[in-house]
């Protein structure tokens, strides 16, 4: 039995096109992988009643294959109740829980599945997990919640300990939107998938789900990418550089084009020049869909100064400046071999090296 583990997909947000692509994207994976169950932890919408347009799409895809089983546990954006987008005819195959903890039985694909939907946009922890008579032995135990690990927190705070206490093999999780190691609490299995598609700077790398398969030798878990565009940090270190020109040709060579993402950018190092992180972002607009730069750098040291430090780097920096004042008319090499060599030093030999 195959499983996909999303959530937060939060659709009908406005600009919120690549996540619908995103979302199909999911639903065209499931049909050829052949994925049975699906299971989505909450905030599906943006939006207790999403636009009719994007309810209506996002609905008639989930019903499109009547084999794939689809169970939601509704999150504090998209609440069951009257008037929600819950709140009217679903698709045969998609089943949403009710806001107690309680299970729906799938035996023709030996599952049975755990959760509970918030009814408003806050819920307390959940507080009892019922007992099991009556239900059809053989099945193998699921669930699916948006809840979060942080004690405090309004949205359906969850400990360990309880998570333990459903006694399903596999939980899965939603509200926090950077994914998770799978973990473990007692016998279940935990994770959070993460959000499906990120939209701005801070949702950060590759977003998917996590793919189940239950076979008789056990559970195994494996993360999808399924997301479009992501926001990717890198770092360039600016030391030696002398104007932004200079930073932008370093970036071709150490990073290159990220056609169709985002690209967090932030210096580091002690550049020759004042920067201008805007400046710097324009310059490198056409390298990604988006560009942002954040400026980590600090003042160019001052040779002299480096130069009575007892340390490898003073020896260095004393070495070279005898050099520069040897070099009779090609003083602009050696100057250069004195910033790249400091840059080295930054980049691959502590400061203490001595
Ligand atoms: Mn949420």
Known sequence: MKFLHCADLHLGC???????????????????????????????????????????????????????????????HDPIGPGTNYDEALPGNVYVFPRAWSCAEIPAYGVRVWGASFGADKE????????????????????????????????????????????????????????S????????????????????????????????????????????????????EKTLNLTGCRSLEEAARLYDR???????????????GAPGFAVDGAALSRLLSDRAAKVRVED???PEADASTLAREDTLRGAFVRRMQARIAQADGDEETARLALRLGLAAFEGEVRDDAD
Do not use: W
Request: some cysteine.
């Open 181 to 232: 190691e799978v973990r473990r609490a007692g016998g279940t299995l935990y994770a959070y998938s993460g959000c499906l598609q990120g939209l701005g700077f801070d949702e950060v790398g590759e977003k998917g789900a996590y793919l189940g398969e239950v076979t008789e030798n056990g559970l195994s878990l494996s993360f999808v990418k399924l997301c479009g565009s992501m926001t990717l």
């Open 296 to 298: 980590e750098t600090r």
């Open 14 to 76: 406005p600009g919120g096109a690549e996540r619908l692509r995103a979302f199909l994207g999911l639903l065209a994976f499931c049909k050829q992988e052949k994925v049975e169950v699906l299971l989505i932890a909450g905030d599906l919408f943006e939006s207790p009643r999403a636009d009719e347009r994007t309810r209506q799409r996002v609905f008639s895809a989930l019903g499109e294959d009547p084999a794939l089983c689809v169970l939601i546990a509704a999150g504090n």
């Open 124 to 179: 307390p922890p959940f507080a009892v997990v019922p007992a099991r008579r009556r239900l059809t032995p053989g099945l193998y135990d699921l669930g699916v919640l948006h809840a979060d690990l942080a004690a405090d927190s309004p949205y359906r705070p969850l400990t360990p300990e309880r998570i333990a206490e459903t006694q399903v093999k596999y939980l899965a999780l939603g509200h926090i939107h950077a994914r």
């Open 254 to 268: 150490q990073i290159g084009p990220l056609p169709g993402h985002r690209l967090l950018l932030t210096l580091t």
